[in-house]
């Protein structure tokens, strides 16, 4: 075999290494900002409890008074799938799922709301519901009741309110403190955030937590909530809620949208404000790129249409909610509030209809593109990793079965997890 013929080029090592030697800085800055996805479960909502409703059998409550609302207005795979419009391959394994994961994991994430849910208190009185909380969250944990993700939101960062909201966030934290050490599911949401110098102050809050107690630094992270144009779009025309990000200082986990607080601060009439509102949709497009790349996700609001009183009229609320919820998972919002226990089937049968809907099609792109085998479609590695998201969020929530999955691709959830790992989170920036 003959010697391998060498190639031409015109410049020296010494080029390449000077422009690497230039772009030093920005390699680190993009392994800071942009660390991609954290692999963690999201989940696929966020139950909020006023803290003086929030009681040890909460969790459980909602998921057995769910239950009772399918057994009086949709007592069968058949009646639900039709109120809903899902078709009827799907009926039965979505109703199926649908009233297992009712019975086994009916919440995903509580928040215990100090803020809008709860209101103005004495201060004794709040103190009080803040130590209860927390006392009935470690209980929670302890005992193998909780949800797999459960926190506070608190009073925000504005004048009026922010000595109550820093005093309720140290009660919480200190008593979960003083019963066991903070949980591995805690999750804090900081609402109604307009300049990023508040999510700064928060930040500084939850730093002298963590030297108060020893704790590592940043331990904590919290959620920024979208509720107010200014946190979209700030006064100099910049996107505030990218520099909302960068002020976390790497704490922030998501950006939640406040549905109803954004439409009225636009000036939205009370019967347009909704999820699927263009000011909503411009709002959470905003969040989406801001985030992009980051590790922060995106949430989306709720729907204040509750599923209550006569059968029809919880048909009607549950076909908005399900519309509504299948509306935001087609454009990438994994996420959203649940403000009623009659929005938990629904919630999980929107859901679960979108997973089980797409598994074949998705399994066989992904086993194509391993197989390097082509298709009808040629996918890219970044599509790669977008199916095995996909996936790997099917079963996070009890969509898909990790057998059923296996068997599809012939990957294990490990070889999803590869295809799915954040871009950079291996990248090690060397100067040279």
Known sequence: MG????VATSLDG???????????AVDEELARRYPGDPGTRQPVHTVYVPGDVFAEDTVRSWGDRAL?????????AGSFAAVLGIGEELAGPVY?????????????????DFEDGYGTRADAEEDAAAARAARLVSEAYAQGTAAPYMGIRMKCMEAAVRDRGIRTTDIFLTGLMRDGGLPGG????????????QVTAFVRLLDAFEKAHRLPAGRIG??????????ILAADGTAAVARMIDAADGRATGLHYGTFDYSACVGVSAAYQSSDHPAADHAKAVMQVAAAGTGVRVCDGSTNVLPIGPTEH???AWRLHYDLTRRALARAYYQGWDMHPGHLPTRYAAVYAFYRGGMEQAAAR?????????????????TAKALSGYLLRGLDCGALDAAEVTGLTGLTRADLEGFSSPRRAALTVTAP
Not at 3 to 6: A, G, N, R, S
Not at 222 to 231: G, K, L, M
């Open 222 to 231: 919290f959620e920024i909530q979208i509720e107010t144009s200014q946190s």
């Open 314 to 316: 919880v048909h009607e």
């Open 96 to 112: 199926e799922r649908v009233r297992a994961k009712l019975h086994h994991e009916p919440v995903e994430d509580l928040r215990i």
């Open 68 to 76: 009772a609302a399918l057994d009086e207005h949709a007592p069968d």
């Open 3 to 6: 010697q391998q013929e060498k």
């Open 186 to 197: 805690l999750v804090l949401t900081l609402p109604k955030v307009t300049y990023p110098e």
């Open 14 to 24: 010494a080029v390449s290494e000077e422009i690497s030697a230039s772009l030093v």
């Open 366 to 382: 992904l086993a194509a593109y391993v197989a390097k085998t082509g298709g009808d479609v040629m996918d890219e590695p970044a």
